[in-house]
T-cell receptor, first 116, second 109 residues
Framework: NAGVTQTPKFRVLKTGQSMTLLCAQDMNHEYMYWYRQDPGMGLRLIHYSVGEGTTAKGEVPDGYNVSRLKKQNFLLGLESAAPSQTSVYFC???????????????FGPGTRLTVL | GQSLEQPSEVTAVEGAIVQINCTYQTSGFYGLSWYQQHDGGAPTFLSYNALDGLEETGRFSSFLSRSDSYGYLLLQELQMKDSASYFCAVRKDGYALNFGKGTSLLVTP
């Protein structure tokens, strides 16, 4: 099993360009998440999905869109990139949502995005 | 709103014991998780507490006091490879985690 994979690993964009980050998981997890990580800020949730065809906003959703057309894939889109979106983006997935049961999130290797 | 507080940096000697504290304020609470992240790597799950008390997993233990909105991660017999960032995270509903800003642990010889 590959676990959680992310494409691409690195990307440099110019302000105003668009791109899509792809996350794929082969663990049959229902829940998938997109985070961004900036120095000194920890991980901040952008959007998440609780199942195929569903998405919800997280803590910092502005400037991003997501889609979950297939259970194993979760796409993060930047329609018009801005320098403030320079960050490391992590995708994660998890299985359990029951109270009291460990909600282990499995993270992908990250995408390092620079917007000039 | 929600907030988690943890020290930004901790330094300890190889072989020693170190405790990383986390206090939280949240409108909903299902449990407290701990994740480890090495430089340039992805976060990996370490431990989870839904109820008060101590959970032990090898050299790592995690404690939770729901009444005090407080938890800690205890690392014993520190090894050089334990140098990493450690994040506490609150599970506030059935789905999402809210992460703290992380504690950078440096283990010295």
């Amino acid at each position: 099993n590959a676990g959680v994979t992310q494409t691409p690993k690195f990307r440099v964009l110019k302000t105003g360009q668009s791109m899509t980050l792809l996350c794929a998981q082969d663990m049959n997890h229902e829940y998938m998440y997109w985070y961004r990580q900036d120095p000194g800020m920890g991980l901040r949730l952008i959007h998440y999905s609780v199942g195929e065809g569903t998405t919800a906003k997280g803590e910092v959703p502005d400037g991003y869109n997501v889609s979950r057309l297939k259970k194993q894939n979760f796409l993060l889109g930047l329609e018009s990139a801005a320098p403030s979106q320079t960050s490391v983006y992590f995708c994660a997935s998890s299985f359990s949502r029951l109270a009291g049961v460990p909600d282990t999130q499995y993270f992908g290797p990250g995408t390092r995005l620079t917007v000039l | 709103g929600q907030s988690l507080e943890q020290p930004s940096e901790v330094t300890a000697v190889e072989g020693a014991i170190v405790q990383i504290n986390c206090t939280y304020q949240t409108s909903g609470f299902y449990g407290l998780s701990w994740y480890q992240q090495h430089d340039g790597g992805a976060p990996t799950f370490l431990s989870y507490n839904a109820l008060d008390g101590l959970e032990e997993t090898g050299r790592f233990s995690s404690f939770l006091s729901r009444s005090d909105s407080y938890g800690y991660l205890l690392l014993q017999e520190l090894q050089m490879k334990d140098s990493a960032s450690y994040f506490c995270a609150v599970r506030k509903d059935g789905y999402a985690l809210n992460f703290g800003k992380g504690t950078s642990l440096l283990v010295t010889p």
